[in-house]
């Protein structure tokens, strides 16, 4: 028995549920409240995950975190639908991809999105709020960044850096995707199912600038692939986004 504890509008989240869908998977669904909800820092969950994020996998009793760590998870455990390349090679480059998706894409989209969507909510508690928020976070590492952004938001100039290195990425996905059909290589695999979900997040903070398809044509048609396929509208749910 699979279950999965995720949130409808996290990107980990949808990671998962789209190599779920790839795979043609059972699996039952436990949604974490987020917003003021935030029952990721409740202690049942943060027992599941030391880290107070989702995703969480439950496979029979045995919990699996880190939404690239589960898609391998699930590859190992159901490889009849195929999501990572049979050449060694290919496999390193997939890798990298997941890599880049949890360092480079999740990182930097997260602190473009504060401005836009957290910004005035922050600015609008008390500093002994803030520090009661962030100290839910049961890292201290998570702990210690939250404070600061609460206290200090985004500077235009991080928000800058962060645009830019996601500039560079779609310039490697376009180098990438001018060469071969997608991520790492001839097939579909777990580095394409990884950076999905970012893309769409790119519309949701109308980064134009990086969904203008005709700067990078190569990343236009593969995002349209991406898209046909079952798997994104179920992995997606976009019907769900607000849920
Ligand atoms: N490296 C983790 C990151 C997980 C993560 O940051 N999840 C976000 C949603 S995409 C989350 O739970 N946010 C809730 C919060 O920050 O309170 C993974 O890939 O699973």
Redesign the pocket.
């Known amino acids: 028995m699979l279950t999965l504890y995720h949130?409808w509008?996290?990107?980990?989240?949808?990671?998962v549920r789209i190599t779920l869908a790839e795979k043609g998977l059972d699996w039952e669904s436990r949604f974490?409240k987020?917003g003021a909800a935030?029952e990721?820092?409740e202690p049942w969950y943060i027992k599941l995950n030391p880290?107070?994020?989702?995703?969480t996998l439950d496979h029979d009793g045995k919990i699996v975190?880190?939404?690239?760590?589960?898609l391998e998870y699930l590859e190992d455990l159901f490889p009849e639908v195929r999501l990572r390349p049979e050449d060694a090679y290919d496999r390193a480059v997939m890798r990298l991809w997941l890599d880049k998706?949890?360092h480079v894409v999740?990182k930097n989209i997260?602190v473009i999105s504060h401005n836009r969507f957290q910004a005035a909510r922050m600015a609008a508690l008390s500093d002994e709020e803030k520090v009661e928020m962030a100290g839910r976070?049961p890292k201290l590492e998570?702990r210690t960044e939250?404070l600061r952004r609460y206290r200090e938001g985004v500077s235009p100039e991080e928000e800058a850096l962060a645009e830019g290195l996601l500039a560079e990425l779609m310039d490697e996905m376009e180098a990438t995707l001018s060469q071969r059909p997608w991520l790492a290589g001839s097939d579909y695999s777990l580095a394409d199912i990884s950076i999905t979900p970012f893309i769409e997040r790119f519309y949701v903070n109308k980064l134009e600038s990086l969904t203008d398809w005709d700067t990078r044509p190569s990343v236009g048609d593969w995002w349209q692939r991406i898209q046909a396929r079952p798997s994104y509208e179920a992995g997606m749910r976009l019907d769900m986004a607000n849920a």
């Open positions: 949130m509008t996290s990107t980990c989240s949808k990671k974490v987020g935030r990721n820092l880290n107070g994020v989702v995703p975190i880190e939404s690239c760590v589960i998706s949890e999740h997260n976070y998570l939250r």
